[in-house]
């Protein structure tokens, strides 16, 4: 069963840009998610944190591999995650998932119950 939706992925060249989105596919309105993350997962290789954020933008927290090129927002109306990546190398090439949580935040997968199918991020050199 979705329980999010990620769309924003393709095929790219080291340097390029993307934008992921991701939209809750709860229906109860007076629902709101607390935490929401990025993960991301190569093929061969566990499942990688990327970038998380609460309630505001100044609990946004990166990897250290995406730091600095990653920028991850929210938008509570729409209950909604979007990752911003910039300066794409062939090195961030995996399936990447977004994830919620109903209370707190957390940078394992173990931390979110709720996640979507995942989009597939391609970097060629």
């Known amino acids: 069963q979705v329980q999010l939706v990620e769309s924003g992925g393709g095929l790219v060249q080291a340097g390029d840009s993307l934008r992921l989105s991701c939209v809750s596919a709860?229906?109860?309105?007076?629902?709101?998610?607390?935490?929401m993350a990025w993960f991301r997962q190569a093929p061969g290789k566990e499942r990688e944190f990327v970038a998380r954020?609460?309630?505001?933008?100044?609990?946004?927290l990166y990897s250290s591999a995406v730091k600095g090129r990653f920028t991850i927002s929210r938008d509570d109306a729409q209950k909604a995650v979007y990752l911003q990546m910039d300066s794409l190398k062939p090195e961030d090439t995996a399936l990447y998932y977004c994830?919620?949580?109903?209370?707190?935040?957390?940078?394992?997968?173990?931390?979110?119950?709720?996640w979507g199918q995942g989009t597939q991020v391609t970097v060629s050199s």
């Open positions: 994830a919620a949580k109903y209370a707190g935040v957390g940078i394992i997968p173990a931390d979110y119950p709720l």
């Open positions: 709860v229906s109860d309105n007076t629902f709101r998610l607390s935490g």
């Open positions: 954020i609460g309630w505001s933008a100044g609990t946004a």
